[in-house]
Nanobody, 116 residues
Framework: QVQLVESGGGLVQPGGSLRLSCATS????????MAWYRQAPGKQREFVAR???????IYADSVEGRFTISRNNPKTACWLQMDNLNPEDTAVYYC??????????WGQGTQVTVYS
């Protein structure tokens, strides 16, 4: 089992920045990939960014060049630095991990609202 807690969401104006954090606990040694997803009102949950056990990163086209995912080596923390935010980035952001046994765990989410 892995537990995840996100933090760092909030209100920001267009062009602003936020840094989301995800703290993990439990069997963190079994974590392979750490990722962020988001879900906007009335829309399906969508992929944002991921970082695998080799520290390789992948981003959704919509955030490429604006968001940066990172983690620490014990995989007890993962961050999502979000720059140049726009209203389309408004969503609940979820941290997730996938273990080497291909099980996934999710946090409760943190709200990000970009308003003008």
């Amino acid at each position: 089992q892995v537990q995840l807690v996100e933090s760092g969401g909030g209100l920001v104006q267009p062009g602003g920045s936020l840094r989301l954090s995800c703290a993990t606990s439990g069997h963190v040694g079994g974590i392979d990939t750490m990722a962020w997803y988001r879900q906007a009102p009335g829309k399906q949950r969508e992929f944002v960014a991921r970082i695998d056990s080799g520290a390789r990163t992948i981003y959704a086209d919509s955030v490429e060049g604006r968001f940066t995912i990172s983690r620490n080596n014990p995989k007890t923390a993962c961050w999502l630095q979000m720059d140049n935010l726009n209203p389309e980035d408004t969503a609940v952001y979820y941290c997730t991990v996938i273990t080497f046994l291909r099980r996934d765990y999710w946090g409760q989410g943190t709200q990000v609202t970009v308003y003008s």
